[in-house]
């Protein structure tokens, strides 16, 4: 069974940090573009960095480049997501997603897997 598996979010004052890390089990994320995205309530879904599968390709919206770091370890099945300088509005549920098909590059678009989703808070 094809599954992501989120862990990091939680509760973070303004201008703080948190590391999300999603796990996969039973596929190989090597064949994979990765990606992160967030739905904040009221609002729809959003891409918010993705990264391709050997990891030489990354893309952010632009409310987050330069606070959000987004990297991957193929060897253990792993893909981060590194968020500093935290904001009111990063508050959302965070997911991880996984798309087949994409050689290279990623896409802030494209899902085929889920993970479940961590939340994030963002409040002082």
């Known amino acids: 069974q094809l599954q992501l598996v989120e862990s990091g979010g939680g509760l973070v004052q303004p201008g703080g940090s948190l590391s999300l890390s999603c796990a996969a089990s039973?596929?190989?994320?090597?064949?994979?573009?990765l990606g992160w995205f967030r739905q904040a309530p009221g609002k729809e879904r959003e891409g918010v960095s993705c990264?391709?599968?050997?990891?030489?390709?990354?893309k952010y919206v632009d409310s987050v480049k330069g606070r959000f770091t987004i990297s991957r370890d193929n060897a253990k099945n792993t893909v981060w997501l590194q968020m500093n300088s935290l904001q009111f509005d990063d508050t959302a549920v965070y997911y991880c997603?996984?798309?087949?098909?994409?050689?290279?590059?990623?896409?802030?678009?494209?899902?085929?897997?889920w993970g479940q989703g961590t939340q994030v808070t963002v409040s002082s």
């Open positions: 997603a996984a798309v087949s098909g994409v050689i290279h590059g990623c896409s802030l678009y494209e899902a085929d897997y």
């Open positions: 039973g596929f190989t994320l090597v064949y994979y573009a």
């Open positions: 990264i391709s599968r050997t990891g030489g390709d990354t």
